[in-house]
């Protein structure tokens, strides 16, 4: 069965970086799109990345645009996202997700999520 | 952006009742909307895609429709299980945006 296990998380100060690992399973990970998606405490959701399947194209929410980097290793199985210059609006928890078939914006599987708190 | 309209916020109903969701966009976006429920400390699943299809393993209580700018989010005869938050979300056009989440509670 499909598995996503997020890793990474934990307190950081403002200005610091972080990094947010994914390890797929259960199914073939190169051939997917996938996607980070993050969910402030108590609040709703919000998408962040998503990378294709090769890596040739990623794309990011204006919020976090030249602050984060997505990433994956196939080989590995594994999505990265790099957070750097984190703010205490980056507080949440962050989901890893794999996209839908050829909707870069539909997630059918999530990983249970990993909390990044960004606090001096 | 595409902004989204979830209503009601908070939604008080018992079991075996029937409830609507209903989502609202800034602007059209043909049938590219997704529905997820969301229970405490769990991750969103995937409920209903491409405004009506069922995602595989969801029970029929739950059914969508709607297109364009309106849609809704029905559940028949609702169970115990049922109750927990539920998001509507936009996937025509980046950035993907979500509403701001129904709360379903027992009455």
């Known amino acids: 069965q499909v598995q996503l296990v997020e890793s990474g998380g934990g307190l950081v100060k403002p200005g610091g970086s972080l990094r947010l690992s994914c390890a797929a399973s259960g199914f073939t990970f190169s051939d997917y799109y996938m996607s980070w998606i993050r969910q402030a405490p108590g609040k709703g959701l919000e998408w962040v990345s998503y990378?294709?399947?090769?890596?040739?194209?990623?794309n990011y929410a204006d919020s976090v645009k030249g602050r984060f980097t997505i990433s994956r290793d196939n080989a590995k199985n594994s999505l990265y996202l790099q957070m750097n210059s984190l703010r205490a609006e980056d507080t949440a928890v962050y989901y890893c997700a794999r996209v839908l078939g050829d909707y870069e914006g539909l997630f059918d599987y999530w990983g249970q999520g990993t909390l990044v708190t960004v606090s001096s | 952006v595409i902004w989204m309209t979830q209503s009601p916020s908070l939604l008080s109903a018992s079991t075996g009742d029937r409830v609507i969701i209903s989502c609202r966009m800034s602007q059209g976006i043909s049938s590219y909307l997704a529905w997820y429920q969301q229970k405490p400390g769990k991750a969103p699943e995937l409920l209903i895609y491409?405004?009506?299809t069922l995602q595989s393993g969801v029970p029929s209580r739950f059914s969508g429709s709607g297109s364009g700018t309106d849609f809704t989010l029905t559940i028949s005869c609702l169970q115990s299980e049922d109750f927990a938050t539920y998001y509507c979300?936009?996937?025509?056009?980046?950035?993907?945006?979500f509403g701001q989440g129904t709360k379903l509670e027992i009455k």
């Open positions: 491409a405004a009506s």
């Open positions: 990378i294709s399947s090769s890596s040739s194209y990623t």
């Open positions: 979300q936009q996937y025509y056009s980046f950035p993907y945006t």
